[in-house]
C-alpha cells in the first residue's frame, strides 16, 4: 500500500479548493466503484489530514517497481517496448475517461513499471495545481509552463477535459523519444527527427497540438492510431 | 519574514493581523501608535538593502499620488533590514471575497459604477508624468467599501512606465488577469505558438503600458459580470474560447459587451488603448427619449447665390468651362491631361460635414448606425453606438467612417429638411471650386496658389504620422480657394459623387449614375497624407464601402 500526500496551497479561494476536493472525492469513488484495471494505480481511500485543513491523504494500491523516468534515465527504450507502454497507459486512461474521470497529472513520474512489467498509471492530481501556479503567480513568479502540461491546463482553463491528458500522453511519447532533461522545453521541431513513421510522427504532433480541438478528440481514438502504428512497425 | 501580533514596527506601528499575501509582499493590518488610526504596513520582498534607492525613490513616487479611488501612501521606512510602506487602509472586501457569497453576477448598473471609479483612478495614474502603471488589477485587488465605492489597492507592483531596469520577479503577472504582454517568452518554450508571438511582441518593442491595465480592469470587469475567471490571455492566444458575456449575462447592456470586447482584445496592439478611452466607451448613454423630428420642407426654388441650407453654408459657383486635371508629368496618370469641362451653376458648402452637423442627421434618423468601425484606426473616432453621439469634443471636426451611401443618405435628409436638392459634389464641381481662379482664368494647384504651403493645409508635411484630424476651418482665409472653400486641401479626404474611371472627365458617359457599382473618387487628401494628395488635381478611388478615419464629405446643391 502506499499513501500520497496532498499539500493543499494555502492561497486561493476556499470555495474552489473545497470543489477541487469534492470533485476528487467524486473521481477517486468512481474508480474504485469500476473495480481493478489492470493498468491503473487503485486508490483505496482520501482523506483529510485530521490535523490540518490544507493536508490530504490517498491510500492506493502499492506499485512496486519504478517510475518510468527512472526507465527513461536508464536508457534509451526500444520502439515496440514505447508503444506497448502507450498503449496500456492509453487504456487506462480510457477506462478513467469513460468514467468521466480526468488525470491531469500524468506525467513519466505517474507512470510505474511494475516488477513483471505490468504498466500502471497513477498520482491522479486532485486540485488544479499545475506547472504554472496560480499561488506562485500571485507572488509574482512564474514556473516555466512544464513539458507535460497542455495550455488549458497550465493557465487553468475553467473546462479540462480528457484532451487534457492526450496532450501530457504525448509529452511522455516525446520523454521517451528524446529522454530530455527535467526542465527541458518541448520543441515540437524535433518530431521530425524522430525514429518513427510519418504516420507516428503525425499522431505524436496531433496529441500535442497546443489548441485541444486540434487533437485527437479521445484516448479511444488515441487507442486506435497507436493499435495501427503497432501494426504497421516491423 | 513573518510579522506576528503585537511586533512594533519602526517605534511605531504595531502589527495586528496578517492580511494575506500580495504582489511582491506580505500586507499586515497594523496600528499607527502616534495617530491612534489603523494603516497598512506592506513588506516589498522584492527590495533589499541594496534597492534602497529604489525603493525609497518609489515610496516617494506613491505618497505623492492623491485620488479617492487609490489608498494615499503615508509612510515607508526599513525595519530589520526590509522596507515597509505604510498606506491607508480602506474598509470593505475585496471583489473576489465577495464573490464567494454570491450566487449571481452583480448588478450591472452597481459594476458600472464600479468600473468608473477604477477608470478614474488608472487615468489618474497614466495621466502622471511619466505614466505609472498598476500592473496587476485583479478582483483581489479591488476593494468595495461599505459605501460601495470601488479602491484599487496594491501598489506593490506598480511601476514608472520608463523604468526599463527590471529585476526579477518584476515580470508579474496573475493568471486569468494579465494581459498576454506581462508574460515573459522564456516561460513559455513548451509552447511554440505563445514562444513566437511573445517573441514577435518583443521584437516589435510592444511592452507594458497602458493598454495593459486595460485589459485587466476589464477582465476584472468579465468576473463581476460572470463570477467566472476569463481564460488566461496565454490560452486565448492558442485557443480563444473566451465565452461571450452576454450568453453568461443576459442583463450585459450592447455598449458594455462592446467596451469589453475592446478592452480584451489579446493583442495589445489591437486593443483599446487607454482607460480614457475605456472611460468613454462606458459613459451612461443620453436618455433616450426620442428627439422631435425635423420638419420636411417643402422644395425651395433653386438658388442663384449663397445660401445657408440646415447650418451649412453654401457657396454660389457659376455655371461655365474650367480647366480640370493638370499637365504635370510627375503625377499619376489618372490626373492627367489638363483638359476644358463645363459644369452648371451650383452652391457647395464652405465646410466638410462635421459631427455636429451628422448628429443632426442621426438624432432624426434613430435607425441609421451611426459612423463605427471595429479597425484600430478608427478608435478615436467611433461614435458611441449606444448613445448614438460622437465622440466627445470632436464636434466640430469633420465626420469620417462614413461610407459613401452614408454620404448620400445625409444629402437625401439634408434635401427634405432644408428644401434645397442637396447631393454630392461631382468631382469636376469639387475641382473648379477648389481650384478654378475664375479671374484669372487658370486653375491653381492648391487652393491658395501654386506653391505648398504648410500653414494653409494640415498634411502629414514630413511623413511623421504624427498629423492628427483639426477641426473644420482651422485654416479658413489663408487656405481657401478663390470660391471661398475652405479645408479643401488636407485634412479628410472627401467623397464626391463620380465613379472613378480615367479622363477625360465627361459627366454624361456614366461616371455620375449612382447605381453603377465602382469605385468613387475621393478629392483633398487628407491629415495623414503627404502635399502631393492635398493638390487640387490629386484623385483617388475608394471603395465605397470603407469606413476610413480620414475620410468625410462636402455637400452641394442645384442652383441656377
Known amino acids: 500500500m502506499r499513501i500520497k500526500q496532498y499539500d493543499v496551497p494555502s492561497v486561493g479561494s476556499q470555495k474552489e479548493l473545497e470543489e477541487a476536493v469534492a470533485r476528487f472525492k467524486r473521481d477517486m469513488a468512481a474508480l474504485i466503484q469500476a473495480g481493478s484495471h489492470p493498468n491503473l494505480v487503485m486508490p483505496y481511500k482520501f482523506h483529510r489530514d485530521e490535523s490540518s485543513d490544507e493536508r490530504y491523504y490517498l491510500v492506493m494500491e502499492w506499485p512496486g517497481g519504478q517510475t518510468l523516468t527512472e526507465r527513461i534515465a536508464a536508457g534509451p527504450i526500444a520502439t515496440e517496448e514505447q508503444l506497448r507502454i502507450l498503449k496500456s497507459v492509453a487504456a487506462a486512461l480510457a477506462h478513467c475517461h469513460e468514467r468521466q474521470v480526468i488525470h491531469r497529472n500524468l506525467s513519466p513520474a505517474s507512470i510505474y513499471l511494475d516488477t513483471d512489467g505490468r504498466v500502471k498509471v497513477g498520482d491522479f492530481d486532485f486540485a488544479r495545481v499545475p506547472a504554472v501556479s496560480r499561488t506562485l503567480a500571485q507572488t509574482g513568479v512564474l514556473l516555466v509552463a512544464g513539458r507535460h502540461v497542455s495550455p488549458e491546463q497550465a493557465f487553468h482553463a475553467h473546462d479540462v477535459d480528457a484532451r487534457a491528458d492526450v496532450y501530457s500522453l504525448g509529452a511522455v511519447w516525446y520523454d521517451m523519444l528524446f529522454r530530455p532533461e527535467a526542465d527541458e522545453p518541448l520543441d515540437r521541431a524535433r518530431i521530425a527527427q524522430a525514429p518513427l513513421s510519418e504516420d507516428g510522427q503525425e499522431i505524436l504532433l496531433s496529441m500535442l497540438a497546443e489548441r485541444r480541438s486540434d487533437r485527437p478528440a479521445s484516448m479511444v481514438e488515441v487507442q486506435h492510431w497507436l493499435e495501427l502504428l503497432a501494426e504497421d512497425s516491423p | ?560
Open chain 2, 1 to 560: 519574514m513573518n510579522l506576528s501580533e503585537g511586533m512594533i514596527l519602526d517605534n511605531r506601528y504595531r502589527v495586528i493581523r496578517p492580511l494575506g499575501e500580495g504582489g511582491f509582499g506580505a500586507a499586515y493590518l497594523v496600528e499607527d501608535r502616534r495617530l491612534g488610526r489603523k494603516c497598512v504596513a506592506k513588506a516589498s520582498t522584492l527590495h533589499d538593502t541594496a534597492h534602497r534607492e529604489q525603493f525609497e525613490q518609489e515610496a516617494r513616487m506613491l505618497a505623492d499620488l492623491n485620488h479617492p479611488n487609490l489608498p494615499a501612501v503615508y509612510d515607508y521606512f526599513f525595519d530589520g533590514g526590509h522596507p515597509y510602506l505604510i498606506m491607508q487602509y480602506i474598509e470593505g472586501a475585496t471583489l473576489d471575497r465577495l464573490k464567494e457569497d454570491r450566487s449571481a453576477p452583480f448588478e450591472v448598473d452597481q459594476v458600472l459604477r464600479w468600473a468608473n471609479d477604477l477608470l478614474d483612478a488608472l487615468v489618474y495614474l497614466h495621466g502622471q508624468e511619466p505614466p505609472i502603471i498598476h500592473r496587476d488589477v485583479k478582483p483581489s485587488n479591488v476593494c468595495i467599501t461599505p459605501e460601495g465605492k470601488a479602491v484599487l489597492l496594491d501598489f506593490g507592483i506598480a511601476r514608472r512606465l520608463d523604468q526599463t531596469s527590471t529585476r526579477s520577479g518584476a515580470q508579474a503577472h496573475s493568471m486569468h488577469y494579465s494581459p498576454i504582454e506581462q508574460y515573459p517568452a522564456e516561460a513559455m518554450s513548451s509552447y511554440a505558438t505563445l514562444k513566437q508571438y511573445l517573441d514577435e511582441l518583443k521584437a516589435a518593442d510592444v511592452h507594458t503600458g497602458p493598454y495593459s491595465d486595460v485589459y485587466s480592469l476589464g477582465a476584472t470587469l468579465y468576473f463581476a459580470l460572470t463570477l467566472l475567471d476569463p481564460p488566461d490571455a496565454c490560452l486565448r492566444k492558442v485557443d480563444d474560447q473566451l465565452r461571450p458575456v452576454r450568453e453568461l449575462n443576459p442583463d450585459v447592456p450592447d455598449f458594455l459587451v462592446e467596451a469589453l470586447d475592446r478592452a480584451l482584445v489579446v493583442d495589445p496592439r489591437e486593443r483599446c488603448q487607454t482607460a480614457a478611452e475605456l472611460r468613454q466607451l462606458l459613459q451612461p448613454q443620453t436618455s433616450e427619449t426620442a428627439l422631435p423630428r425635423l420638419r420636411r420642407r417643402r422644395p425651395r426654388p433653386l438658388p442663384t447665390g449663397n445660401v445657408v441650407a440646415l447650418g451649412h453654408e453654401l457657396l454660389y459657383v457659376a455655371g461655365g468651362e474650367f480647366l480640370m486635371g493638370s499637365d504635370d508629368p510627375k503625377l499619376k496618370k489618372a490626373c492627367r491631361p489638363q483638359h476644358r469641362v463645363t459644369v452648371g451653376p451650383f452652391c457647395i458648402a464652405r465646410f466638410p460635414v462635421t459631427n455636429a452637423d451628422y448628429q443632426r442627421f442621426i438624432d432624426d434618423n434613430p435607425d441609421y448606425p451611426v459612423p463605427f468601425s471595429p479597425m484600430r484606426f478608427a478608435q478615436r473616432y467611433n461614435w458611441d453606438r449606444r448613445a448614438r453621439t460622437y465622440p466627445r469634443g470632436l464636434e466640430d471636426h469633420p465626420v469620417v467612417l462614413v461610407t459613401w451611401a452614408d454620404a448620400l443618405a445625409y444629402c437625401r435628409w439634408l434635401s427634405k429638411v432644408s428644401g434645397y436638392r442637396c447631393r454630392l459634389p461631382t468631382e469636376a464641381e469639387w475641382e473648379k471650386a477648389a481650384a478654378w481662379d475664375a479671374a484669372a482664368s487658370r486653375a491653381r494647384r492648391y487652393p491658395w496658389g501654386d506653391e505648398f504651403d504648410e500653414s494653409r493645409c494640415n498634411v502629414d508635411a514630413h511623413g511623421d504620422l504624427r498629423v492628427d484630424m483639426t477641426p473644420v476651418g482651422q485654416f479658413a482665409d489663408k487656405g481657401n480657394s478663390p470660391y471661398g472653400l475652405s479645408d479643401c486641401a488636407g485634412n479628410v479626404w472627401e467623397w464626391t459623387g463620380s465613379l472613378y474611371v480615367p479622363y477625360p472627365y465627361n459627366a454624361e458617359d456614366g461616371r455620375e449614375d449612382p447605381n453603377t457599382e465602382g469605385q468613387r473618387t475621393v478629392r483633398g487628401g487628407a491629415y495623414d497624407r503627404g502635399p502631393e494628395a492635398a493638390l487640387c488635381a490629386w484623385r483617388e478611388g475608394v471603395d465605397p464601402d470603407l469606413r476610413a478615419a480620414d475620410i468625410g464629405f462636402r455637400v452641394v446643391c442645384d442652383a441656377k
